[in-house]
């Protein structure tokens, strides 16, 4: 091909084989894309990156870099990072012989593009982020077999868990931990095919509470939850593979004095009384297991029962129940007529009556001085 200079227009002319081209074609070689990365739920940009060479003249699409590959990780506060996520079908198993071989970064997100029109203006591509359902420990203490304290966190992915120092422990001059009953469970509400996991005993209490504090080996009574939150976030740090994923954790203190087997065999229940008048239901009985207890029978007004109490008995199951019928009886007024009411006598007709009685005695009295006299 030649350039060829017309002096008369002074103008230059491309030659193909001595004709004139007036059509000139190009062919992608290589360019830049400039990528935005949005929250989805919000619409607010946090970045944007220019990803070099992404267009390649042999391809049609191009891997978007994620945020943490940039060292940009930060920025997520609570989103997934730059991958194709079905959020619907993360419950299936693609390999029942491996089923917790599951990544969020198993697909990486791809942006498609047309070779024959990319050009410097439409080079843009947005990415929307995904917001992520939080992490959530619970942690549950408990004294002599009852809830005594309950503290919550919960927490973004890409975030850092704030220190906590709100802990309400039974007095430890009173009561000792039993690192034995230390206790958690584990659901996944994005995998829910990995099931509730669970870990329990004295093995697990030093795993995440003693090991990690410095190889003590005596259980420890303080800052037992922030050793709890690092041993399962890395130094507080929530990563993106906790999304979703809810964790209770539970202690328990016991008094000096407190027997297990004692507690365990105190039930408190309702008994249920049958009687002419239907079902009668008495709430909280509390006793042991196998003995047998009196319980108050229910007062209903305007009937009189013909028992004043009746004997239950406290079941191994926790249930109390009795063998025994209550019959009520109508309270009748002076003239048999059922009223279950007294009468009711106002403040005006006891002045009255109390008026006339006066007024009697008085004459009473006159009465007798006429006599008298």
């Known amino acids: 091909m030649q350039l060829q200079y017309d002096d008369n227009t002074q103008t230059l002319s491309l030659l193909d084989d001595s004709k004139k081209v007036n059509h000139i074609t190009y062919e992608l070689i290589n360019g830049d894309a400039n990528v935005h990365y949005v929250f989805k739920d919000t619409g607010e940009e946090i970045y944007q990156k220019v990803h070099k060479e992404a267009f390649e003249s042999s391809e049609q699409d191009f891997t978007v870099k ?58 843009e591509f947005t990415v929307k982020l995904e917001k992520a359902k939080p992490t959530t420990f619970n942690l549950n203490v408990y004294l002599d077999g009852k809830i005594f304290s309950k503290q919550s966190v919960t927490a973004d992915i890409f975030t ?17 931990l039993n690192n034995n009953k230390t206790y958690t469970d584990m659901s996944y509400s994005y995998f829910p095919q990995m099931g509730v996991s669970t870990m329990s005993g004295k093995a697990f209490h030093q795993t995440i509470f003693d090991v990690v504090n410095n190889g003590i080996d005596e259980p420890t009574t303080e800052d037992f939850f922030n050793q709890a939150l690092k041993y399962y976030t890395l130094d507080m740090r929530v990563r993106f593979m906790l999304a979703g994923r809810k964790q209770n954790i539970y202690i328990y203190y016991e008094s000096d004095d407190y027997s297990e087997e004692e507690a365990n065999s105190t039930v408190t229940s309702n008994v249920h009384i049958n009687s002419n008048l239907g079902l009668q239901t008495v709430l909280n009985v509390t006793g042991k297991k196998g003995e047998t207890v009196l319980v108050k029978v229910p007062q209903i007004e305007g009937y009189k029962p013909d028992k004043e109490t009746v004997k239950a008995k406290i079941n191994e199951d926790g249930t109390i129940t009795t063998d025994e019928k209550v019959k009520y009886y109508l309270i009748e007024d002076d003239e048999g007529s059922g009223s279950t009411k007294p009468p009711v006598t106002t403040p005006n007709q006891t002045l009255i009556q109390l008026q006339i009685l006066i007024l009697l005695q008085i004459l009473i009295l006159l009465q007798i001085l006429i006599q008298i006299k």
């Open 66 to 123: 994620r945020l943490e590959s940039l060292e940009k990780g930060y920025l997520l506060k609570g989103h997934f990072d730059a991958v194709s996520i079905d959020l619907d079908n993360l419950a299936n198993v693609a390999d029942p012989l491996r089923p917790t071989d599951i990544s969020f970064e198993e697909e990486p997100l791809v942006k498609e593009f047309d070779r024959d029109k990319i050009n410097k203006d439409n080079a």
């Open 160 to 176: 850092k868990i704030p220190k906590q120092t709100d802990e309400k422990l039974p007095d430890p001059a009173t009561a000792k």
